[in-house]
């Protein structure tokens, strides 16, 4: 049996799986011998200077695997130009310390792709809890990012589901995200989904998880 990696959670790791745990603030509580996403989310952005100061200082410890979840999100109270500000500083601060990014994106793709365009991360990216059509899959993945996929794939009618089904095998990850379940139960789905045995599943997110972060 392969190992299961978990790429988003915003729960302490429950299985044996590698899990990326998010944090959004309170970046002291990082635990020793786990391994973090840490970033500011779109939905709290109040004193963004001080917590960009924070977090450009904890970014840079070993347990820290990657910079986010930010990114854009058009249901945030935050003024626009404000949240393009400060997925900017995480893109310079990912770039720097040469870790991934994870991006939170809400009905904003095309603003975000245009933002990366202008501030290129020379860093992978990683659009979490993919749940768009086809349509946004492709210019994502043209750019070269990576979709995570999380319980929404559990819905076989829902877009995410249809998408896993179709994109290119190398640019698939899993996350629970803030759902309650397991991560196996995800990868089996997403194996069905694909028509391919959950073994062989395993070791190509495997080696998806292995190009990204460095654990
Ligand atoms: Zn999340």
């Known amino acids: 049996m392969g190992t299961y990696f978990n790429v988003h959670s ?3 790791p429950v299985s044996e799986a590698i899990t990326i745990e998010n944090l959004y603030r309170d970046f002291e509580q990082m635990k020793a011998g786990r391994h973090y996403s840490i970033g500011l989310h779109p939905w709290h952005l109040q004193d963004h200077k001080a917590q960009m100061d924070l977090l450009a200082v904890h970014a840079e410890t070993d347990a820290v695997k990657a910079i986010g979840e930010c990114g854009l999100d ?7 130009p404000l949240q393009e500000e400060v997925l900017v500083a995480h893109i310079q601060l990912a770039n720097k310390l040469g870790k991934p990014m994870v991006i939170h994106c809400v009905q904003a793709h095309n603003e975000i ?3 990366f365009k202008q501030n290129k991360p020379k860093v992978p990216v990683v659009f979490h809890g993919y749940n768009k059509r086809h349509t946004v899959a492709e210019l994502l993945i043209d750019q070269g990012f990576y979709l995570s996929f999380g319980a929404a794939i ?7 589901a249809q998408v896993l089904s ?8 899993l996350e629970t995200d803030d759902a309650e379940v397991d ?5 089996s789905a997403a194996a069905a989904l694909r028509n391919t045995d959950v073994e062989s599943f395993i070791l190509q997110v495997s080696n998806n998880f292995n190009t990204v972060f460095h654990i």
């Open 166 to 173: 179709v994109i290119p095998a190398h640019k698939i990850l």
């Open 113 to 115: 792709v245009h933002l």
């Open 74 to 80: 058009k249901l945030a109270a935050a003024p626009m």
């Open 183 to 187: 991560i196996a139960d995800i990868y």
């Open 154 to 160: 559990l819905n076989r009618d829902s877009p995410a």
């Open 10 to 12: 915003h729960r302490p």
